[in-house]
Every structure is written in C-alpha cells, then in structure tokens.
C-alpha cells in the first residue's frame, strides 16, 4: 500500500525548515551580541560632520614627524618611547585611558612617569588580557593622539 503525499507532510516539512533557520539565525545572534562590545561610532552623523577635522589633526600629526613605541613591560604597565629621526622626543607629556576592546572590564585611566632612560612609564598595571591605549601625548603645541592594542 503506498502512502500519499498530503497537506499535513508539506506543513510538516516547511515547519522543520523554517524552525531549523530560526534557531541558527537565533544562535548567531546570541553569539553576536555576547561578542559585540560597543560600536564604532554613537552617531554616523556627526562622526562624517568632523572628518575632514579629524583628516587635518592626523595630517598635523605626521607632520611632527614622531615615531611611538608602544609596549608592555613585564608587570604589564604600559611603556611609550617617543622618537623623532632615531632619537627620543624630551619634555613630552602623556595621558591615557586603557580600553577593553570589548567591553568586557572597566576602563583604566593611565598616567606616567619619565624613567632615567627616557622611556615613559605608566604608573598603572594591566589585567591580564587584550587592551586598547588611548593616549594623548603632549610636547608644548605639539599633540600625538594615538590608538592602539597591547597585549
């Protein structure tokens, strides 16, 4: 006896289709969020409303001719060298905030001290992890605003 193909096979077959893309679009949007930390801009607007602000600061800036280096040191304080032509920049002056890329722990404000060697030195120790550094580095006029990971 052979069966037939019915209304009921049909509906069955759409609703364990549907109810399979439903639960992956679920699963990766729960996976998204729980990654996502944040965005990249709060407002597109104003964000494309200080471009061509923002393209004139960073052309000022690599005018200056600076070249940091970013680093951790074993207790995991961030350590900055600032150099100009191979040679380190004196007298400059460094503020700072460390990020979690995600969000995931609070924010740490940093400050630092000139070392005997030149080498600025946070007065800060970071977590173990991935951070950002946002620093502000000042010499007189002249501000470096750097964005970068450490590890």
């Not at 004139?56 to 900055?80: F, H, I, N, Y």
């Not at 001290?113 to 030149?118: A, F, Y």
């Amino acid at each position: 006896m052979t069966r037939s193909f019915t209304g009921w096979h049909m509906a069955a077959i759409l609703v364990a289709f549907f109810g399979v893309v439903v639960a992956v679009n679920l699963i990766m949007a729960r996976y998204a969020i729980d990654t996502f930390g944040g965005t990249v801009v709060d407002n597109s607007y104003v964000a494309s409303q200080n471009y061509n602000r923002w393209l004139a600061e960073a052309d000022t800036q690599a005018k200056l001719g600076w070249a940091p280096k970013v680093s951790l040191d074993p207790a995991r304080r961030v350590k900055l060298i600032i150099l100009k032509d191979g040679v380190p920049v004196a007298n400059v002056a460094a503020a700072g905030v460390a990020i979690h890329p995600l969000g995931r722990a609070a924010s740490i404000p940093l400050t630092f001290t000139l070392t005997s060697n030149g080498t600025l030195l946070a007065n800060q120790d970071l977590p173990i992890g991935r951070w950002r550094v946002q620093l502000s580095l000042r010499k007189g006029a002249d501000i470096l605003k750097l964005d970068q990971p450490v590890q």
